[in-house]
């Protein structure tokens, strides 16, 4: 049995951080003590020298793009780089190609999974304005849960009827996860830009395109189907002030039947970068004003939020550097969000225990992931080391992503991710990553 004792290590976990040791038994997590003695001559020791031992990461929105978009990515390359990150589970997103909107389709992506993944998966089922009869057949037990579009997206997904809102709301107990915009304020707003500039609107309007107001109007009416319906919804990358009074930190989150992420690049960039960064911090929803990122802060830590995400979407350089209208949205972050939000702990901004609770704990609760997500006995030993005095630079030669650029490149962080375990294997030592897929299908209490 592959047995592994990792030693004094700052254990990070609900909202705790103390000095102990965690031995590994096979997949799982059999110890946790604040001294263990190895118990076997083949047990590899680990000595983490007090750096910070968290749970793996737990990202509940990428797109890895296979099938269909293996040109950007596959799950192969972007779980990859999420172990890299100390990212040790994802939950991907139905808009590949085909989308991912009958059970057979979705089926597929877990059988490719099967044999490429390095990190734990699950895929998002697909909603479409009429496959309700797909959708109902979906089993809670191992599928994260379904995904709306109601902002435009790839394919036939936007669900823009409010008819087939209604009957989906009402028929099924998954949680829903919503892309909340509305995409008649969208393409208003396009259509005015397009009118003053043709397809080569300056990036830095995006904002003003994919504008506050088109978040708050979905967000409201997606809220308030929820409270209607009693459906559990949980709104994905959450980008504006205005739309942050629609959720409560009054109950625990294990009570809410609404709840909400953020991500990275929300949280890390402001609408002053579009001037260097352009397309490359181009994403939907947009990257708004340095009072929208402040706020987001500030529900962030007040449990408003309740979980941070990536919404990984790599895209070719070629196809970033095209024109603001046939310039696509998203960037690749999963090898990145770990270390983003550890340098925003050096910044004090945010404990360590708080990114742990926000994208290690939560994440498990939300979805009610089965034996993942905390430094437990009994549960999978999906684990991350980070060194919190490692400075590096991103730099093209050491970014994973198979797009081959990031939106951090030149960034210089102050945190690495020294080691990560995937179900008991040591997938990364020292930024080596070992050819072992060791990902797992997640499976979920419901």
């Known amino acids: 049995m592959n047995t592994v004792l990792i030693k004094n290590a700052k254990i990070v976990n609900e909202g705790v951080i103390f000095e102990g040791d965690v031995l590994v038994e096979g997949e799982f997590i059999t110890e946790v003590a604040k001294s263990i003695s190895a118990k076997s001559a083949d ?34 390359s972007e779980s990859r780089a999420a172990i890299a990150g100390g990212i040790t589970s994802f939950i991907e997103q139905p808009n590949t190609v085909p989308n991912a909107v009958t059970q057979e389709l979705l089926e597929d992506k877990y059988q490719i999974a099967a044999q490429n993944s390095y990190a734990n998966y699950s895929f998002m089922m697909g909603g479409t304005n009429t496959n309700l009869d797909e959708i109902l057949k979906t089993n809670p037990k191992n599928v994260a849960g379904l995904k709306l579009f109601l902002g435009s997206s790839t394919g036939d997904m936007l669900v823009d009827s409010s008819e087939a809102l209604d009957k989906i709301f009402s028929s099924t107990k998954l949680l829903i996860a919503v892309h909340s915009e509305d995409e008649t304020t969208v393409k208003n707003n396009l259509q005015k830009y397009k009118l003053e500039y043709g397809d080569d609107i300056p990036v830095q309007f995006h904002p003003e395109i994919r504008s506050v107001e088109a978040c708050y109007i979905s967000t409201v009416k997606i809220i308030e189907l929820a409270k209607k319906t009693g459906a559990r919804l949980h709104v994905f990358h959450i980008s504006t002030a205005k739309e942050l009074d629609l959720f409560t930190n009054s109950i625990p989150l294990e009570e809410k039947q609404i709840t909400a992420e953020v991500c990275i690049h929300h949280l890390w960039f402001s609408d002053e970068d579009y001037l260097t960064k352009g397309n490359f911090i181009k994403w939907n929803p947009a990257v708004k004003s340095a009072s929208d990122r402040k706020a987001l802060w500030e529900a962030l830590l007040d449990d408003r939020i309740d979980v941070i995400a990536t919404d990984h ?62 430094i437990k006995e009994g549960f999978y030993a999906d684990l991350a080391i980070v060194d919190a005095a490692k400075p590096w630079s991103v730099k093209k030669e050491n970014i994973l992503y198979k797009c081959g650029w990031s939106p951090f490149e030149g960034t210089n962080f102050k945190s690495r991710v020294m080691y990560t375990l995937v179900n008991g294997q040591i997938v990364n030592q020292n930024g080596v990553i070992k050819e072992i897929k060791a990902g797992k299908r997640l499976l979920f209490d419901r």
Do not use: W
């Open 313 to 374: 979407a790599p895209h070719t350089l070629e196809e970033k550097n095209q024109v603001y209208t046939k310039a696509p949205s998203g960037g690749p972050l999963v090898q990145h969000a770990v270390v983003a939000m550890f340098e925003a702990f050096h910044q004090g901004k945010i404990s360590v225990e708080k990114i742990v609770e926000k994208m290690c704990h939560n994440p498990a609760k939300i979805f009610k992931i089965e034996k993942r997500g905390f």
């Open 43 to 76: 047990c590899k020791i680990i000595d983490a020298q007090g750096n910070y031992l968290i749970p793996g990461a737990i990202d509940d929105q990428v797109h890895f793009r296979e099938p269909g978009l293996t040109h950007k990515g596959d799950i192969e």
